[in-house]
Nanobody, 126 residues
Framework: QVQLVESGGGSVQAGGSLRLSCAEF????????MGWFRQAPGKEREGVAV????????YYADSVKGRFTISQDNAKNTVYLQMNSLKPEDTAMYYC???????????????????WGQGTQVTVSS
């Protein structure tokens, strides 16, 4: 069973930074894609950044390009999301997701991921 444990959310002023962490327990060597999604109140859950764990290729939503960076530490089975220059519109619950079976690149739609963390809140004040 795949278990994803997120940490690192919090409250910050606009322009500030946060780093989210997602530790994976269970099928470490089989997971091929991990990513971060977010959901603001009244909105759909959207993809923020994903990474192919086998080779490091990444995807970023246009709204976060140049500000957010997804990375992995294979020794710790952990994926990170470094968020810089945060804006009030980045306020949301952030979820880590993972799945198996992909090669080379990862999907960016939430429907493609079967394993989810519990979420961590990020609040950015103006």
């Amino acid at each position: 069973q795949v278990q994803l444990v997120e940490s690192g959310g919090g409250s910050v002023q606009a322009g500030g930074s946060l780093r989210l962490s997602c530790a994976e327990f269970g099928y470490t060597y089989s997971i091929s894609c991990m990513g971060w999604f977010r959901q603001a109140p009244g909105k759909e859950r959207e993809g923020v950044a994903v990474i192919y764990t086998g080779g490091g290729s990444t995807y970023y939503a246009d709204s976060v390009k140049g500000r957010f960076t997804i990375s992995q530490d294979n020794a710790k089975n952990t994926v990170y999301l470094q968020m810089n220059s945060l804006k009030p519109e980045d306020t949301a619950m952030y979820y880590c997701a993972a799945d198996f079976g992909y090669s080379g690149s990862c999907p960016v739609l939430r429907q493609e991921y079967n394993y989810w963390g519990q979420g961590t809140q990020v609040t950015v004040s103006s």
